[in-house]
């Protein structure tokens, strides 16, 4: 069976009546949607100026949500890299996809449907570029070339279906030139189109493009509030292993190469060959510059000997700079490819979206990385730059997870919607209309542990005020916050007095969306 679909019509009827039936003119061709998605990998809502103006400015990004939408309530349910690319596929939570976590051989099984798939069996060409991490092979794209695993930020290689090749320069230039060639080049201009453009900036370690390196040094960003949080009442948060103070790296995140230190991150730092994206991947005019910029610092770092609270304020400092640079360079690419859609007339007949995997930490909790079913980590930021026809301007509030996503380009492109996708498509939203049975929570689930970072598996709910979540195997606990009265999550309300039958209430909420998804691990409670 098919969800009913009332907004577009399929690819084999899209002639639209020239004004009201009984005119007398005639049908005019009406030309069939495109997508492009654009996705990056941890960006923080907060390092986008279209959200919040404290730390930098993101013009090119601005301008998708300025000449579009900006979705004020979009979260995840996975907030992990992989996980989250394949729930954007499918439309499906992880335990249906079956792609619950990043641990070694993980593999997405191509051969189920697919949001590719099925664009493609309805007329539109397909295409993947840029940042895969699925383990497998793409399937159902008339092209794709991807990188292996994380890729690297310089000279990275990509996987394409001819073999592996090696690309010099830096990756986001790189996977947006690849876009660009493949709109001016490769593309079919008579088919309707869908372009995943999939970067690997903004994943650690951070690495920005040569021409970026002396961006944001003589800028202090401002600590956060609950920068230095101890936990109290969240066990869960007291045992992970992602503190900017404490599990941070000098060298292979924050650069300060040591040659008297020997370590496991120093050699990911300087090896020629690695997976993450490392300096020894430079080439020789690559590492002048890099050692241009970063030498002075590592001196003034060297003698500073800072110790304590004073070497954490620093690397935040130096976390937040460096991540700043590759935000640039993002937004710098954003607006490449904005331009050539402009330029080959397509921007007007096309759907673009912006999104990350998920969020991710700037400081907030003393963290870095993401995992939690916490606001920084499951928001997303997602902005939508709309075709013509659509009139919507302004902030979406209503409740919107990546679900929803293959839904919502199968909508756009006049396809019916399989029963089995667990998502809804945001297109009444796009088209300014507010339905009264709009979803009033969402479902989370996070399941890596043990692995890096060690935070612990939970599944949880989120309403618009409150937040109930569930860490268990290895722990047994609760977590109850008031969003509206605590926005930073620093007050577990699990168990106190007056808070009885609100519990009670999300946990039957929590129990419902279980069902609903028919998440196995209902039964274990």
Same mark, same amino acid.
């Given at each position: 069976m098919m969800k009913t679909v009332n907004y577009f019509l399929p690819l084999a009827g899209l002639a639209v009546l020239n004004g009201c039936g009984g005119n007398g003119k005639k049908a005019e061709q009406k030309k069939p949607l495109n997508i492009v998605y654009i996705m990056t990998d941890d960006h923080a809502q907060q390092m986008m100026s279209c959200y919040e103006q404290r730390h930098m400015q993101t013009p090119h990004l601005d301008r998708i949500a300025a000449e579009g939408v900006r979705f004020t309530n979009s979260f995840v349910c996975n907030s992990l890299s992989g996980p989250s690319r394949a729930v954007l596929l499918t439309g499906k939570h992880s335990h249906k996809n079956g792609y619950t976590d990043n641990s070694s051989g993980a593999m997405f099984n191509g051969e189920q449907q697919t949001v590719q798939q099925l664009l493609q069996a309805g007329g539109y060409q397909t295409a993947m570029i840029g940042k895969w991490h699925l383990g497998s092979t793409p399937t159902c794209f008339d092209y794709w070339t991807i990188l292996p695993g994380q890729g690297d930020y310089y000279n990275p290689d990509f996987i394409t279906p001819e073999g592996t090749v090696r690309k010099e320069g830096y990756v986001t230039n790189i996977i947006t030139d690849l876009s660009? @060639? =493949? &709109? *001016?080049? %490769? *593309?079919?201009?008579? %088919?309707?189109? #869908? &372009?995943?453009?999939?970067?690997? $900036?903004?994943? *650690?370690?951070?690495? $920005?493009?040569? #021409?970026? !390196? $002396? &961006?944001? /040094? @003589? %800028?202090?960003? /401002? !600590?956060? $509030?609950?920068? =230095?949080?101890?936990?109290?009442? *969240?066990?869960?948060?007291?045992?992970?292993e992602m503190s900017i103070d404490k599990d941070m790296t000098l060298i292979y995140d924050l650069k300060m190469l040591d040659e008297r230190v020997e370590d496991h991150y120093k050699s990911l730092y300087i090896r020629q060959q690695d997976t993450l994206g490392t300096y020894g991947r430079m080439n020789a005019a690559q590492k002048a510059a890099w050692n241009r910029h970063y030498h002075p610092i590592i001196e003034q770092f060297k003698n500073a000997k800072l110790r304590g609270k004073d070497l954490a304020k620093w690397k935040y400092q130096r976390y937040m700079r460096d991540y700043a640079k590759v935000v640039k360079s993002l937004d710098d690419n954003v607006g490449r490819l904005l331009e050539e859609l402009e330029k080959e007339g397509l921007l007007e007949n096309t759907l673009v979206v912006y999104a990350s995997d998920q969020g991710f930490y700037m400081g907030e909790h003393g963290w870095f990385d993401k995992r939690f079913m916490y606001e920084e980590s499951m928001r997303t930021p997602l902005i939508m730059r709309l075709p013509e026809g659509f009139d919507r301007r302004g902030d979406i509030a209503q409740l919107v997870q990546n679900i929803d996503y293959t839904p919502t380009f199968l909508d756009l492109a006049g396809l019916p919607i399989p029963e089995d996708i667990q998502g809804v498509s945001l297109l009444p939203l796009l088209k300014g209309e507010n339905p009264s049975d709009w979803r009033k929570s969402l479902y989370y689930h996070y399941y890596e542990y043990p692995a890096e970072h060690a935070v612990r598996r939970h599944y949880g709910v989120r309403t618009e005020r409150y937040k109930l979540m569930h860490f268990y195997q290895d722990i047994d606990a609760w977590e109850l916050y008031d969003l509206q009265e605590d926005p930073t999550e620093m007050h577990n309300l699990y168990g106190q007095p007056g808070t009885e039958e609100l519990t009670k209430e999300l946990k039957a909420e929590l129990e419902s969306l279980q069902v609903q998804y028919d998440d196995p691990v209902r039964n274990l409670n």
């Open positions: 660009i @060639d =493949w &709109l *001016r080049q %490769k *593309r079919d201009t008579t %088919k309707p189109f #869908c &372009l995943f453009v999939h970067h690997k $900036a903004i994943h *650690r370690n951070w690495m $920005a493009d040569t #021409c970026d !390196l $002396a &961006l944001y /040094e @003589d %800028k202090t960003f /401002e !600590l956060p $509030a609950n920068f =230095w949080d101890d936990y109290q009442g *969240r066990i869960a948060a007291g045992k992970q």
